[in-house]
């Protein structure tokens, strides 16, 4: 009788087959700073040809790539770091993922299996110091145990979109693992819609008069869907920041974006509204929005329905499905009042942005840089997003063709968007990036400059120097308080790039923008423009 035979897994070391594991779901990148409670991951990194790991200077840099990466393409993103102080710097990113639902695994060195619990240099309970921020999170005190929790990890990281972690010890990295790779997990599965959810939903869209559509970053894959819904809806488009470029920004309806950021019409038409239909978002700032209003929200995550705000018909479901059902079941309406108010107001406020966006000021208003930027920019660049007053000047100004926009949504963390574009274009080589900051939020992961050098990824970062953390500043001088800690100290970042070995440039008057920035964006050289700025208070200030 034949007896079955199972073939013999050759035993190999706890790091090598972390990195195949990795590599057999797809990682091709590894961000993070090395340490000694990790040499031994790197070492099996640099035996291997199909991951490339990003040699960072800061691991609060290597999270926040990790996690743009995460949000850009929906797949799990990697970093590393060692034990100590290393995975407390790493927080900072992994908290940008967790905010914004980015599936991002981070992998850490931890002491030796004695000293944990001792007080041993560089020992911490990293469990407890991840916990508010991760979905798993698990310390490797046997190698037979690591396939197990590495997959559950990953798995986890990509069904709930969020951090997930995994802490070694330094000398179970060399432990024999003689366990199978799990293979790839299918993709998050989504609910089907409930017809009952949908027809209740066309009802209420039906019933009423002044309809306004708000769109999120879930809407990317149904943008074709979303002005023959709007056209048909006879509703006014509005989008959050992530969103703008998948609606056309000179489309008849689309009247810009929500909240302080966002364009003054849509809070007005909002207000004046008598349903909103919410697709893919959770953003709902309560300054901006009208305290009672009948909302339909469409979202493929039920924890993503009536977050903050009272939903009166929720439907879970992908975009994908229920779009189709909304086009065919709501009823072509001749809302002739509503559709003329919307063009009135967009006409008054594109008067309003073109008249901010010729300011002739010294130092240049903001205004006139972004939409200096706007012409020089490629349609399909990616422009990265740092934290700050100038985020507020860019989503009131820029005028989105197919340009992809990153921001740290949620946590809002300075120091973002370097990082961020140094990410995009590790990716998309061949996409212009851009990273649009602050002169205090480039401060914080200016170091990581080199890391773009280095690499050889020929970014533009284009800095808004006003000489202040310009949006505390404007809000406490709005409250009548001293403007205490928001002056920020700046080198002269033009010098400071060509220290760096990129190309710098400094822009004092308006008049030289166009020129400057043509020739940065162009060059194949890391390039920063520091663009010397006013800061005015931005409409709506306030603590």
Not at 8 to 18: E, S
Not at 315 to 343: C, E, K, M, T, Y
Request: charged content about 20%.
């Amino acid at each position: 009788m034949a007896v079955n035979q199972q073939t013999a897994v050759t035993p190999k070391a706890v790091a090598q087959y972390v990195v195949e594991q990795l590599a057999a779901w797809g990682c091709r990148t590894i961000y993070g700073v090395a340490g000694d409670a990790t040499l031994y991951l790197m070492d099996a990194i640099a035996q291997q040809g199909e991951i490339q790991y990003v040699n960072c200077r800061l691991e609060t840099t290597a999270a926040l790539m990790a996690s743009a990466e995460a949000k850009r393409t929906g797949r799990l993103a990697v970093c590393t770091a060692t034990s100590g102080p290393g995975v407390a710097s790493l927080i900072n990113g992994l908290g940008d993922a967790a905010q914004d639902q980015a599936p991002v695994l981070a992998i850490t060195g931890q002491v030796e299996r004695k000293d944990v619990g001792t007080g041993a240099k560089q020992e911490v309970d990293q469990q407890q110091l991840i916990q508010p921020l991760a979905v798993y999170s698990a310390l490797a005190t046997d190698a037979r145990a690591i396939p197990i929790q590495l997959n559950l990890a990953m798995k986890k990281a990509l069904s709930r979109g969020g951090v997930a972690h995994l802490s070694v010890p330094k000398e179970v990295w060399l432990e024999g693992v003689d366990a199978d790779l799990f293979p790839l997990m299918s993709a998050r599965t989504v609910p089907s819609p409930d017809s009952g959810e949908m027809e209740w939903a066309c009802q209420i869209l039906n019933a009423c008069s002044r309809p306004v559509i708000l769109a999120g970053r879930g809407v990317k894959n149904v943008q074709e869907a979303i002005p023959e819904l709007a056209e048909k809806l006879g509703a006014a488009i509005i989008t959050t920041l992530p969103a703008r470029p998948f609606v056309s920004n000179s489309h008849r309806l689309f009247v810009g974006g929500l909240g302080q950021a966002g364009s003054d019409i849509a809070s007005d038409l909002l207000k004046d509204a008598d349903a909103c239909l919410i697709l893919g978002s959770t953003w709902w700032p309560e300054d901006f929005v009208p305290q009672k209003i009948p909302v339909v929200q469409v979202d493929a995550t039920p924890e993503n329905i009536g977050n903050t705000m009272s939903v009166s018909a929720p439907v879970v479901g992908d975009l994908s499905s229920v779009l189709p059902f909304f086009i065919r079941n709501i009823r072509d309406h001749q809302r002739f009042a509503w559709l003329q108010r919307i063009q009135e107001l967009k006409a008054r406020w594109k008067a309003q942005i073109e008249m901010e966006a010729r300011l002739d000021t010294q130092p240049i208003a903001p205004q006139r840089v972004i939409s200096a930027l706007n012409r020089c920019v490629a349609p399909d660049a990616i422009i990265t997003l740092d934290v700050g007053d100038h985020v507020l000047w860019f989503n009131r100004i820029f005028q989105t063709d197919r340009q992809e926009i990153l921001v740290s949504g949620r946590w809002r963390t300075l120091g973002f968007a370097l990082p961020a574009a140094m990410s995009a274009k590790r990716s998309e080589p061949d996409r212009q990036v851009v990273a649009l900051v602050g002169d205090g939020g480039f401060g914080t992961t200016m170091v990581d400059l080199v890391t773009a050098v280095v690499y050889q990824w020929p970014i533009t970062i284009v800095v808004m120097n006003n000489g202040s953390f310009a949006m505390e500043q404007n809000r406490m001088i709005q409250a009548g308080l001293h403007p205490l800690g928001s002056d920020v100290n700046n080198p002269d970042f033009s010098l400071l790039a060509q220290a760096f070995g990129a190309e710098g440039f400094r822009v004092e008057t308006g008049d030289q923008l166009e020129v400057t920035l043509s020739q940065a964006l162009t060059s194949d050289k890391v390039s920063v423009v520091d663009v010397v700025c006013d800061d005015p208070i931005v409409p709506h200030t306030k603590i």
